[in-house]
């Protein structure tokens, strides 16, 4: 069946380092996968998405990497902040839309 | 612009009532979807709406729950007679497509649910 799943869940880095955020999906025929950022208290919030036709975007500080072979997304964060502290999560696109959920990563940024 | 709103936000009730939670999603959404996250888990799917038919139910735990969008923009999730098994943040989304073409899922901040 379709699972969503993450390596590591906790992250802890140093104020500026780059950071990489990774995680495993199973149905090899998702075509859709998408990042967010969830702070203590809020709803998730949009990052960066992706198609399976690519396998690499890029936004503001944030790269996004998709390698279909091994089903394997990962997150990077450039010069990582504090204000990056949060739960990431990752999820692939279901059948009807709506969206499936890893369990989450939790970055902790040390000044 | 407005983003997801959802009222309230914070819930207490006793084992056995019936509550209700509201979503107003941002306007000119067509798909609305209800998920619920439990302490350091992932958001689990319930329900999603595609204008005013509930389009897949099939993350629904039982039929205490119930979800309703009349006039295809806010959407009401009803649950009978609460369990203690119920308490989490109970999150709604919505996107400009849905499944006729996967986009972002924009989330409001949650009603967090707690049964006593």
């Known amino acids: 069946g379709e699972s969503v799943g993450l390596h590591l869940p906790t992250l802890s880095v140093q104020e500026g380092d780059n950071s990489i955020i990774n995680c495993a999906y199973s149905n090899s025929a998702s075509d859709y996968f998408i990042w967010y950022k969830q702070e203590s208290g809020k709803g998730p919030q949009f990052i960066i998405d992706i198609r399976s036709n690519m396998d690499k975007r890029q936004g503001q500080r944030v790269t996004v990497l998709l390698n279909k072979t091994v089903k394997h997304l990962s997150l990077q964060i450039a010069a990582t902040q504090p204000g990056d502290s949060a739960v990431y999560f990752c999820?692939?696109?279901?059948?009807?839309?709506?969206?499936?959920f890893g369990k989450g990563t939790k970055l902790s940024v040390k000044p | 612009g407005a983003g997801v709103s959802q009222t309230p936000s914070n819930k207490v009730t006793e084992k056995g009532k019936y509550v209700e939670l509201r979503c107003d999603p941002i306007s000119g959404h067509t798909a609305l979807y209800w998920y619920r996250q439990s302490l350091g888990q992932g958001p689990e799917f319930l329900i999603y709406?595609?204008?005013?038919?509930?389009?897949?139910d099939s993350g629904l735990p039982n039929d205490r729950f119930f979800a309703v969008r009349p006039e295809g923009s806010v959407s009401t999730l009803k649950i009978q007679r609460t369990e203690r098994g119920d308490s989490a943040v109970y999150l709604c989304?919505?996107?400009?497509?849905?499944?006729?073409?996967?986009?972002?899922?924009?989330f409001g901040n949650g009603t967090r649910l707690t049964v006593t």
């Open positions: 709406f595609q204008g005013t038919g509930a389009a897949d």
């Open positions: 989304a919505s996107s400009l497509y849905g499944a006729t073409y996967t986009s972002p899922l924009h």
């Open positions: 999820a692939e696109g279901g059948s009807q839309g709506n969206l499936i």
